[in-house]
């Protein structure tokens, strides 16, 4: 393995490490605020950031708002996947929350099918059945007490495979930086809208009051670490290429079972052991068919 592959793995598994820490934050946030002013205030911490990297290297005028529609459909599924997030780490432990969310990749193969014309191949459907077993392990001792609540992690992950399926198609639109920016801000506006419209619908727990000042320290905390994150995954990214640090995205998974032991008490059961077993085995076969297909001269498998 060169030099470089390895540091770019770290990078990304230190990247995806980071990104559970802002989701046990979350959990321990439950009902102190409604969840889309929490991922409304993430992002305007968020925007900030990129919005001085954008100005440093492109200028004032790359501040304006996106015209194209996928640009706001970006950030209308990150949004989404963030929002489920939230409410799925208060009603679950964090662990078997994050397990589930690890579909997304199943969820993203069959979504390019749909909506990018890809190839529909036997191994996207293999993997996304056996996920979706998995799925099921996972979601068993939780439904009695959660009920259809215990769903909302599929929401983020559906949320997160929209969001990377429109990335695909505006690719090259703008810098990586813009695009950054344009997700951030897209998703900030659609947030703070969620947040008034919920507010005035009269639903309990989404009443809009003064949150205390903890309160918007963490949530500022969960967009300085969600925004390192994204910055290390991608610096993984570019060292290593996107197919090689792909694996290391378990480590989220990883440190999201240790985090919610040493901080919750929560230690996932067998079953559940089991359940995110067959999940991440899915997910690597995936990942291991795709690989095999990219390398020039291999037929597809299927």
């Keep these: 393995m060169h030099q470089s592959d390895r540091a770019g793995l770290l990078y990304a598994l230190a990247g995806f ?16 605020w409604p969840a889309p002013a929490m991922a409304a205030t993430r992002y305007v911490v968020g925007t900030a950031l990129l919005a001085v990297l954008l100005v440093r290297h ?8 996106p015209r194209d529609r996928l640009q706001w459909l970006r950030g209308v599924a990150i949004s ?3 929002v489920g997030m939230f409410l799925a780490v208060w009603i679950m432990p964090l662990a078997e929350a994050t397990t589930i969310a690890f579909t997304q990749p199943m969820i993203t193969a069959v979504l390019a099918v749909i909506f990018l014309g890809e190839r529909a191949r036997l191994s996207t459907w293999i993997a996304t059945a056996v996920a979706f077993g998995g799925v099921f392990l996972v979601l068993r001792p939780n ?10 992690p599929l929401v983020g992950a559906t949320g997160m495979a929209v969001t990377i399926i429109a990335n695909r198609k505006v690719t090259g639109r703008a810098s990586i930086l813009a695009m950054q920016y344009y997700m951030s801000i897209t998703a900030m506006i659609f947030l703070a809208a969620a947040t008034l419209a919920f507010h005035f619908s009269g639903l309990e727990g989404f009443a809009l ?8 320290a963490r949530c500022a ?11 290390l995954i991608f610096m993984g990214t570019v060292k290593a290429g996107a197919g090689t ?26 079953t559940a052991f089991a359940g995110a077993a067959v999940i991440i085995g899915a997910g ?7 690989r095999v297909r990219a390398q020039p001269g291999n037929a597809p498998p299927d």
């Design 17 to 32: 490490c980071t990104l559970s820490i802002g989701d046990a934050i979350i959990t321990g946030m439950a009902g102190a």
């Design 143 to 152: 439904f009695e007490s959660a009920g259809w609540g215990v769903l909302l």
């Design 58 to 65: 492109e200028g004032a005028s790359a501040l304006r708002l």
């Design 284 to 290: 690597l076969y995936l990942w291991r068919e795709g």
């Design 221 to 231: 905390l969960i967009g300085l670490t969600a925004t390192l994150a994204q910055w």
């Design 80 to 82: 989404c996947s963030a």
């Design 245 to 270: 640090v792909a694996p290391m995205t378990y480590g989220q998974l990883l440190m999201a079972v240790a985090l919610g032991a040493i901080f919750f008490g929560d230690y996932p059961d067998a």
């Design 209 to 216: 009051t003064p949150p205390h000042w903890s309160v918007l």
